[in-house]
């Protein structure tokens, strides 16, 4: 059931009618049978994961509150972590780990005969794990206090609006909403309203439509040339930035329309003036969950500076390896690392390029920097996107020959790109002009009306008129798949 379908805007309207009319505690009964509905949805037979996840969870966190004794605690605490990386191992890691020992083993001239199994990923269980164990780890560090409720954690934990792809909420900022009585205000339905639809815009609009360009130009075997690959590194850039953010955006205003306030999960990615601010605004609630429970464990930055580029790398590599089991996306991650490492390394000598606020050679160097860094996010998604790392690397070295006449024949692709990404464009310089992602909320009622109608549109024209007849259905969001 996808928030792009008309399946799922039955589903909501129901919950919602049922959601509005009961007491506080009806809510939350709701809220829980929604959410196992709409992950059974995809596949009934994995409920029991995440039955079975909530329930191992709440009960090693109410064991670990209940004890004084650090011994008993850290028990609880490892039998927690322990199942859910098994959990979580077996269902997304198993057949890649088998075959990457088979192919090790071939090196060395070994004949092994690996155990593959026909293992189908769970949706969402990386995001359901990960926003589980951070409650456990909360609750062992006494940062936040175990619930007795367990129907409150459950529907802490199937959340339905942010159950498949985040944002990956903290128990501190989400548990309360889920215990206390919810008040929906004029504001914050107003503001739900304008992120389901600039969501969906996103979603729609623009990643949808860049889908059969990046596919093309990602297709295996294809003739690589420089500008190829650049196009497809841009058109892939936009397509998972607003598949991902539009998800996330949906995902926003389904909550603050039922009461929650889910945490901002991307904010202007591509306006980054670092590798490290990059990662302040690019899946927001992975990166802050990577920190404090992976970098900063393993001894952060206060450790000296080889132990930091250390645990820059590792944090980053398993970060690339949560997304995906492949090693193009370890290569990703790994790319990432060395990116932040190589920005701690420079620091010294780039803190030393300042220039006063509001001077032309200031905006010109911050329009350097954002462009940097966006192209070599760029390259990072030539791994992310490939299907291969050899398919990645044979992209990378294609970039190095650019012949002129090649821009010709991609003209049609070209403006198609341009196209897409324009009103996009334009609409996210003014979120960062006026540091406000929800601006348009401001504008004068004709204004707000006339922004709409043009999103409505444009969204209208690409899916009926050009879309429908391309495609059978919605397309499912790329992080479905992590």
Known sequence: ??????????FFIVVYAL???????????????????????WDWRFLGLLWLSTIVDFYCALQMDKSSEVRTR??????????????LGFFKYFNFFASSFERLAESFGWQVDPVTLHIILPVGISFYTFQSMSYVLDVYRRQVKATGRFWDYAVFISFFPQLMAGPIERAAHMLPQVINPRKISRAQFQEGGYLIFWGLFQKIFVADNLAPIVDQLFTPGTAYHGPL???????????????????S????????????DLMVNFNLPYFAVNPSDFW????????????????????????GPLRTYLNLMLTMTIGGLWHGASWHFVAWGAYHGMLLILHRLLQPVLSRL????????????????????FHLVCIGWIFFRASSLTQAFGMLIALTAFDPAAFTGMMPLMLQFVYLVFFLLLFQIWQFRTNDLTFILKWRPQAKFAAALTAFYLYLYMEILVNSVNRGGPREFIYFQF
């Open 229 to 247: 690959v650049l196009l497809g590194a841009y058109a892939f850039a936009f397509q998972v930035y607003c598949d991902f953010a539009g998800y």
């Open 19 to 41: 959601y509005l009319g009961a007491s506080h505690r009806l809510q939350n009964k709701i809220l829980l049978i929604a959410g196992y509905i709409f992950y059974g949805w």
């Open 354 to 373: 300042v220039f006063p606020e509001k001077s032309l050679k200031a905006r010109l160097w911050f329009l350097a920097r954002v462009i940097a860094v």
């Open 1 to 10: 059931m996808l928030f792009n379908s008309l399946e799922f805007g039955i």
């Open 249 to 260: 955006n949906m995902a926003r205003g389904l909550s603050k329309c039922m009461g929650f």
């Open 74 to 87: 850290k028990r609880y605490l490892w039998l927690s972590i322990g199942f859910n990386l098994v959990l």
């Open 280 to 303: 302040k605004r690019w899946h927001i609630s992975l990166s802050t969950w990577l920190r404090d429970y992976l970098y900063i464990p393993l001894g952060g930055n206060r450790k």
